[in-house]
T-cell receptor
Framework: DVKVTQSSRYLVKRTGEKVFLECVQDMDHENMFWYRQDPGLGLRLIYFSYDVKMKEKGDIPEGYSVSREKKERFSLILESASTNQTSMYLC?????????????FGPGTRLTVT | AQSVTQPDIHITVSEGASLELRCNYSYGATPYLFWYVQSPGQGLQLLLKYFSGDTLVQGIKGFEAEFKRSQSSFNLRKPSVHWSDAAEYFCAAGSGGYNKLIFGAGTRLAVHP
C-alpha cells in the first residue's frame, strides 16, 4: 500500500516564525502536492512538484514556498507564519505511470498560528 | 474555468436509510472523477473513481457512483448507511497535466441512530 506520512499531526507556532511541514511518500511517486483545507472551501492547491527540484504554483501560493531535494520528500515552508495560515495542511502524491490522476493522501497537519 | 460543485454542505440521514451525495463538474471535456472520504482527524481515502466505460462504478465500503454526461454529474450513493459512514465526502475531477485535481467544497454527512 502507498504510504504518505507527514511529520506532525498538530503544530502550534507563533506569528512570524518560520514553519516547516514535511511530507514523505514511499511509493516512488513522481508527483507530490500540498493542499490546505478550510471549512466550506474544500481543498485548495498550494504548490505541487512533478520531479526533484521542480515545482509549480497552485491556486494559493502566496506566503508559502516548497522544497523537493529528494524524490520521496516534499516540504512546505511558511517563511513568516501568520494567523490566517491557521489551517489543516494535507500532502498527497501520485504516479505518472497511471492515467487516472489518483492521489494518495497523508493524515494531515493541523497548524495553529497564534 | 474548471470547477467542481457539491451543492449540499451538510446532510443528515438515519442509519439504514439510503444516501445520495451530489457532485457537478464544469470542464471542457469529460474529466476523470473521484470521490474521497475523510473521517474526523484523518486524511482523504479514495472511495471510487471513473475514467471511462461503464457509467456506474463500484467503490469500497458499499458505495457506488453514477456518471451522467448530460447532467455533468457524478453522484455518490449508498443503499443503506451505517453510523461509521459519518464523515466528510469530497468530489474531485482531474484533467490536463501533472495529475492535478480540483476538489469540491465537501459534504459533511451526519448519521442518526
Amino acid at each position: 500500500d502507498v504510504k504518505v506520512t507527514q511529520s506532525s499531526r498538530y503544530l502550534v507556532k507563533r506569528t512570524g516564525e518560520k514553519v516547516f511541514l514535511e511530507c514523505v511518500q514511499d511509493m516512488d511517486h513522481e508527483n507530490m502536492f500540498w493542499y490546505r483545507q478550510d471549512p466550506g472551501l474544500g481543498l485548495r492547491l498550494i504548490y505541487f512538484s512533478y520531479d526533484v527540484k521542480m515545482k509549480e504554483k497552485g491556486d494559493i501560493p502566496e506566503g508559502y514556498s516548497v522544497s523537493r531535494e529528494k524524490k520521496e520528500r516534499f516540504s512546505l515552508i511558511l517563511e513568516s507564519a501568520s494567523t490566517n495560515q491557521t489551517s489543516m495542511y494535507l500532502c498527497a502524491s501520485s504516479s505518472t505511470q497511471t492515467l487516472y490522476y489518483e492521489q494518495y493522501f497523508g493524515p494531515g497537519t493541523r497548524l495553529t498560528v497564534t | 474555468a474548471q470547477s467542481v460543485t457539491q451543492p449540499d454542505i451538510h446532510i443528515t440521514v438515519s442509519e439504514g436509510a439510503s444516501l445520495e451525495l451530489r457532485c457537478n463538474y464544469s470542464y471542457g471535456a469529460t474529466p476523470y472523477l473521484f470521490w474521497y472520504v475523510q473521517s474526523p482527524g484523518q486524511g482523504l481515502q479514495l472511495l471510487l473513481k471513473y475514467f471511462s466505460g461503464d457509467t456506474l462504478v463500484q467503490g469500497i465500503k458499499g458505495f457506488e457512483a453514477e456518471f451522467k454526461r448530460s447532467q455533468s454529474s457524478f453522484n455518490l450513493r449508498k443503499p443503506s448507511v451505517h453510523w461509521s459512514d459519518a464523515a466528510e465526502y469530497f468530489c474531485a475531477a482531474g484533467s490536463g497535466g501533472y495529475n492535478k485535481l480540483i476538489f469540491g467544497a465537501g459534504t459533511r454527512l451526519a448519521v442518526h441512530p
